[in-house]
């Protein structure tokens, strides 16, 4: 879906800046403003982590966790988004947090980035198809006889994640066709599922919304360990938005295709988030009202979504919005292979990776897509869940996997944020970044926003790492220590980063001229 004011002139200024960078048009730039924000939508996807992870809320504190707590965790979301669209538009290149880090900081500040990004999308690969396969399971599995054991869990989650990784190597017209569909059908579902709450809930108590009740422990179906302090719940409850709304990067991602990318990638990253945000708070809030018995379904745990359904909604409608949050939920993880395969292509064109850069920088002449950075990531996403489905965690059951997976994801993958907005703010004015991108704040706000982004790092961190999910500590912990090791011993030397400066861009002009007669790109 072009854009239709998108010219000659237009693409050749796209291309421009790319060259003005280092690097070749490989990839096919055919994503519009509107699809740039789709991938994002779609990936944020408000009917996969509001609804899995739904008992986060709830569990914690009560109503006020999706009345109140939403609107914050969201706030901090916010930040991390204006302050990497900033960048973003200065900066539009494929794997951009890798290339902010290195350009903005140093080589190794891009280095440790690539991979907490690439850990992080990963990881958020295998929680949001972890999570579709237990909504399948709590939906349509009874049909087959799925039950919610670790076995056919992992099996559904292969079975997705394969055909994803296929449609994603057909090409970004492809992908990008699915996800514009993605963004119609979140919003028809959403809009469908918040009617069928107001109108058919028993009673609606619009005071739940800003009522802290402390539903920890049992209480809460052990979401959350037992705790009598509700500033300490109210941080847990934070966990619900501040998941849901993430994987913006991949409008930065997918920069090197989309048209106008210095307006339309900035503009991808804020609206997503804005209307994530916004349409995301009304079905959450809905979804609370709706609960006819707050103390049951609180008591209920992780299946206090499908709970509550079964009990408000005629059968033929209940089935109807789960076959639409069955679609999206889908489409989120395929536009997540999407974004990862973009980081792990990128980082690998300037030999990132210690063994195989070559192949996965390779792009498909046919389908403009890096099909072996496609698929190794796809993967590398599915060993992960294999091997985390063999860690033992409290509770015993499958679903706790799901939330290990999503609370190591949110560390790695905000980490990967800040560290490349830090370096932006003690950049920006400087020598390495001298002018902002036509996409900006004033230089007071966009500092105020990447400082408060800091402050927001410190409490996911904190959040994150709580009980029962402290292994996530010594998970990220070891990670960084040995990043620093591999660092120190052997990527010092061995790694250059991107091309940077006047002399290094030049070079590779030769480069960049055979790179795009392979692919057959003319203009």
Not at 26 to 53: D, T, V
Not at 111 to 117: C, E, I, K, S, V
Not at 161 to 185: C, E, M, P, R
Not at 244 to 255: E, F, K, L, Q, V
Request: aromatic share 12%; hydrophobic share 55%; charged share 10%.
């Amino acid at each position: 879906m072009p854009m239709d004011d998108y010219t000659d002139e237009h693409r050749k200024e796209d291309i421009k800046v790319l060259h003005g960078m280092g690097y070749a048009q490989e990839l096919s730039r055919s994503m519009s403003k509107f699809s740039n924000f789709a991938i994002s939508f779609s990936i944020i996807c408000i009917l996969s982590g509001g609804i899995n992870s739904f008992s986060q809320s709830i569990g914690s504190i009560g109503g006020a966790g999706a009345g109140i707590g939403w609107i914050v965790g969201c706030a901090v979301s916010a930040m991390f988004a204006l302050a990497m669209a900033q960048i973003a538009s200065a900066f539009p290149t494929a794997g951009g947090l890798y290339h902010w880090g290195s350009i903005l900081g140093n080589r190794f500040w891009g280095w440790l980035t690539a991979w907490l990004n690439l850990l992080g999308l990963i990881t958020v690969l295998g929680a949001i198809n972890l999570g579709t396969a237990f909504y399948f399971q709590g939906t349509f599995g009874g049909l087959i006889g799925m039950t919610a054991d670790a076995e056919p869990i992992v099996i559904f989650v292969v079975l997705i994640t394969v055909v994803q990784a296929l449609f994603n190597a057909l090409g970004i017209k492809v992908t990008t066709f699915l996800t514009d569909i993605s963004g119609y059908i979140i919003f028809a579902t959403t809009a469908v599922l918040v009617l069928a709450c107001l109108f058919l809930a028993p009673h609606l108590d619009i005071s739940r919304l800003w009522t802290f009740t402390n539903y920890s422990g049992d209480a809460g179906g052990g979401v959350f360990p037992q705790s009598g302090n509700m500033g300490y719940l109210f941080l847990l409850c934070l966990l619900l938005p501040v998941y849901t709304i993430t994987g913006y990067d991949a409008s930065a991602h997918t920069s090197e295709e989309t048209e106008k990318a210095a307006h339309s990638v900035p503009e991808g990253i804020v609206t997503s988030v804005m209307w994530s945000s916004l349409i995301g708070w009304v079905m959450v809030s809905a979804i609370m009202l709706a609960i006819p018995d707050m103390a049951a379904g609180a008591k209920s745990g992780v299946n206090v979504f499908f709970g509550t359904m079964d009990a408000i909604l005629p059968f033929w409608l209940k089935e109807l919005i789960y076959v639409g949050i069955l679609v999206a939920q889908f489409l989120c993880g395929l536009a997540t292979v999407t974004s990862a395969s973009r980081m792990l292509f990128a980082f690998s064109r300037d030999g990132g990776m210690p063994i195989g850069s070559k192949a996965l920088a390779k792009v498909s002449p046919k389908y403009r897509t890096p099909v072996t950075a496609i698929w190794t990531a796809t993967a590398i996403c599915l060993l992960y869940v294999i091997l985390v489905s063999f860690i033992p965690v409290q509770g015993g059951s499958a679903f706790s996997l799901y939330f290990m997976v999503v609370n190591s994801t949110l560390v790695f993958l905000f980490l990967s944020f800040t560290i490349p907005l830090f370096a932006g703010m003690l950049a920006y004015g400087g020598a390495k970044w001298p002018h902002p991108g036509p996409w900006a704040m004033s230089a007071g706000l966009y500092k105020l926003v990447t400082l408060l982004a800091m402050v927001g790092m410190i409490v996911i961190f904190f959040i994150a790492v709580q009980p029962p999910n402290e292994g996530v500590l010594w998970i990220v912990l070891a990670f960084l220590a040995l990043a620093l090791i591999i660092w120190v011993v052997f990527e010092n030397r061995r790694f250059q980063g991107p091309p940077i400066g006047d002399e290094a861009i030049a070079k590779r002009k030769a480069a960049i001229a055979a790179a795009e007669r392979a692919v057959g790109e003319t203009a």
